[in-house]
């Protein structure tokens, strides 16, 4: 089956710790995206990945860190330097970025951060 | 920069139908998408608007005008199933494909 996966679906840390969260995709998508979503708000970009070994600072990049060293994984670090990092992850591909319908986003089903 | 605005709640009857808007004020515009999204789950994709007008796909219908900054999500024969959180996105000119989501509004259908 063609698809979005993250792992895990929970996951707990103490305060000072990083994480890595998982994002694996075999749609064959250029393009990956990482999102934070905290309780009744929207999504908030944090890194974009439009091809292999490069990627963007979305809108909350700081204390976050990705990689793109495959076309099918885009994991995101969540560092000690990120003070609120309690929230829902999701991560989301697309076909490309030219513009059109094909480039819609689709998304992985998230990764709930709770720090203790 | 880009701003999106939607109601927070709505509350609708089973079999009824629902309208939900959305408008928003953009330095350039390259579609707008409506997702839904269950509690503690991940948004899935609804539909996608890019020219003016009315988009069917079943019981949902999705609309644009791009001159008023303005779009709404249309449920039709409401069922409990769809008692969620409707998303908004923008995508605006930018070369990530990225998009701005509004906060949500969530739907509450009621027996």
């Known amino acids: 089956d063609g698809g979005i996966t993250q792992s895990p679906k929970y996951l707990f840390r103490k305060e000072g710790q990083n994480v890595t969260l998982s994002c694996e995709q075999n749609?064959?998508?250029?393009?990956m995206y990482w999102y934070r979503q905290d309780p009744g708000q929207g999504l908030r970009l944090i890194y974009y990945s439009q091809i292999v070994n490069d990627f963007q600072k979305g809108d909350i990049a700081e204390g976050y860190s990705v990689s793109r060293e495959k076309k099918e994984s885009f994991p995101l670090t969540v560092t000690s330097a990120q003070k609120n990092p309690t929230a829902f992850y999701l991560c989301?591909?697309?076909?490309?970025?030219?513009?059109?319908?094909?480039?819609?986003?689709?998304f992985g089903p998230g990764t709930r951060l709770t720090v203790l | 920069g880009q701003n999106i605005d939607q109601p927070t709640e709505m509350t609708a009857t089973e079999g009824a139908i629902v309208q939900i808007n959305c408008t928003y004020q953009t330095s350039g515009f390259n579609g707008l998408f409506w997702y839904q999204q269950h509690a503690g789950e991940a948004p899935t994709f609804l539909s996608y608007?890019?020219?003016?007008g009315l988009e069917e796909k079943g019981r949902f219908s999705s609309f644009l005008s791009r001159s008023k900054g303005y779009s709404y999500l249309l449920l039709k024969e409401l069922q409990m199933k769809d008692s969620a959180s409707y998303l908004c996105a923008v995508r605006g000119h930018n070369a990530g494909n990225m998009l701005t989501f509004g906060g949500g509004t969530r739907l509450m259908v009621k027996p």
């Open positions: 749609l064959n998508h250029d393009a």
């Open positions: 608007n890019v020219l003016d």
């Open positions: 989301a591909s697309s076909g490309s970025s030219g513009g059109s319908r094909g480039d819609t986003q689709y």
